[in-house]
Nanobody
């Protein structure tokens, strides 16, 4: 089992920036991906950005050019740099990982508890 802990959320004015951090309790092995989802009130949880162990990135259209996802594999940590924030970015942001605790083992989805990001007008 992998625990994911998010930090860095908060309140920011439109046009501002925040950096989210996701720390995993242990290494995620095998082919895997790590990234962020978000859920706004009354809406479904949606993908924000993911980064695979092979280096492939995927960003939601709404955040392309504004958000940047990176990983430090050695530290079992993912970062989401969010620039030019908009009120519609307001949501609970969840760290997510998909992979195996043991290389070659079964893959599971792991979720953090979420961190609130609020962008004021």
């Amino acid at each position: 089992q992998v625990q994911l802990v998010e930090s860095g959320g908060g309140l920011v004015q439109a046009g501002g920036s925040l950096r989210l951090t996701c720390a995993a309790s242990r290494r995620i092995g095998g082919d895997n991906e790590m990234g962020w989802y978000r859920q706004a009130p009354g809406k479904q949880r949606e993908l924000v950005a993911t980064l695979t162990s092979s280096g492939q990135t995927n960003y939601a259209d709404a955040v392309k050019g504004r958000f940047t996802l990176s990983r430090d594999i050695a530290k079992n940590t993912a970062y989401l740099q969010m620039n030019s924030l908009k009120p519609e970015d307001t949501a609970v942001y969840y760290c997510h990982a998909f992979g195996a605790v043991i290389v070659g083992g079964r893959k599971y989805h792991f979720w953090g508890q979420g961190t609130q990001v609020t962008v004021s007008s």
